[in-house]
């Protein structure tokens, strides 16, 4: 509701994603800030989706996510 307000009480970054454009608030100048990488071009679904269709995510998250997924069974297709 108050993003302006936020401008001002902090910096922000938008980290770009292959194949989508960045939509940038109107905010002052230097209060947010693009950060373009080459990253993969998947989403959260597809790597949740991947995982409950079995395979595991050890090429597509971080070591400490693909483990923490592991542990807690999570996307596992289990909608109890």
Known sequence: ????????????????????????PNWPKGSVKVLEI????????????????GHNANDLVPKAVAGYISSNGLYLGNHD
Request: negative net charge; proline residues 2%.
């Open 38 to 53: 080459d990253a993969l071009n998947l989403s959260s679904t597809e790597i949740r989706q991947k995982i409950e269709a």
């Open 1 to 24: 509701r108050d993003s302006e307000q936020l401008a001002g009480l902090a910096k922000f970054i938008v980290v770009t994603r292959p194949g989508f454009a960045a939509e940038l």
